[in-house]
């Protein structure tokens, strides 16, 4: 199929692009990587009357540090992601994350910023940026704001960008010290969109105490979902033998997860429990 009639402008600034979706709204789509967007204009799924091309938007595609996070702009590619010194350096779990996406033309083409607002609950990059605490850096031709990454994902491919806002930056805090991460998920073919995937980092404190856990899994529901609360306290906040079982076993015991005509929830729940337990053991390794 062909996709339906639009209009197409290509701004040179972001005080345009932002002008631009002020007169749209929700008649308008920002393209960027397109890894998403095209297929679903060639099938129609997608009908805007006018697109926003934003790849010659300069001051979208840096990576710096800015005090204690790490800042990404939203034309970052996948492949640059896993690649870039700084986020190797202090978000590994993100450059990692970022490698297993789809397929090499995928990766060079996708963008962190399109990988968000697309908001697939089986994608990578939304896992990733739930389980580091990310927040969305949003722009409108009138405000500024910023969402975290819990509150940015509202539902299957919905978000809380507004018709007239852009996702610009993601900022992110800086991996500490004695802090490892996990990322692990499981599809049927390379470069399939994940069945379950699942992210954690955890900070080791003295001894046998783990001081922090943040554990996150997608493919379970409309949206990634942040679950380490699920598990009793008590479990989670001292190092037992055998602790990334215990964790992992009552974590899918108690588990909500949606029904699915493709794959059964009996089966989802056995890989919650396997790669939560790989996750939490990669984790405990890296937090040294």
Request: overall charge neutral; some cysteine; hydrophobic content about 45%.
């Amino acid at each position: 199929m062909k996709p339906g009639r639009f209009s197409y402008e290509a701004p040179v600034s972001l005080e345009a692009a932002l002008n631009s979706l002020a007169t749209w709204r929700d008649d308008a789509k920002i393209i960027a990587g397109g890894q998403s967007l095209a297929p679903m204009l060639n099938m129609r799924l997608a009908r805007p009357e006018h697109l926003i091309d934003i790849n010659g938007i300069a001051g979208l595609a840096g990576v710096a540090v800015d005090g204690d996070r790490l800042s990404i702009g939203a034309l970052v590619r996948h492949h640059q992601l896993g690649r870039h010194e700084l986020v190797r350096r202090h978000c590994p779990l993100l450059g990692h994350a970022a490698e297993t996406i789809g397929h090499y033309a995928i990766r060079q083409r996708g963008t962190i910023g399109g990988s968000l607002a697309h908001a697939d609950p089986a994608a990578q990059l939304p896992l990733a940026a739930l389980a580091l605490d990310a927040e969305l850096e949003l722009w409108s031709a009138t405000a500024r704001r910023t969402v975290t990454a819990e509150a940015f994902f509202v539902s299957i491919f919905t978000t809380a960008i507004r018709p007239d806002e852009l996702l610009v930056a993601v900022h992110l805090p800086l991996r500490q010290p004695r802090e490892g991460w996990g990322f692990r998920l499981f599809n049927r073919r390379a470069g399939d969109f994940a069945i379950v995937s699942v992210a954690a980092t955890l900070a080791r404190g003295e001894g046998a105490v783990i001081e922090r856990l943040s554990l996150a899994i997608g493919g379970i529901g409309p949206v990634p979902l942040r679950v380490e609360h699920l598990v009793p306290a008590e479990l989670v906040s001292t190092l037992t033998v055998s602790w990334s079982e215990r964790v992992a076993a009552a974590l899918a015991a108690t588990m909500e997860i949606e029904q699915n005509e493709r794959t059964p929830v009996v089966f989802r729940r056995e890989l919650v429990e396997s790669l939560t337990r790989d996750v939490l053991d990669q984790a405990l390794e890296r937090a040294q």
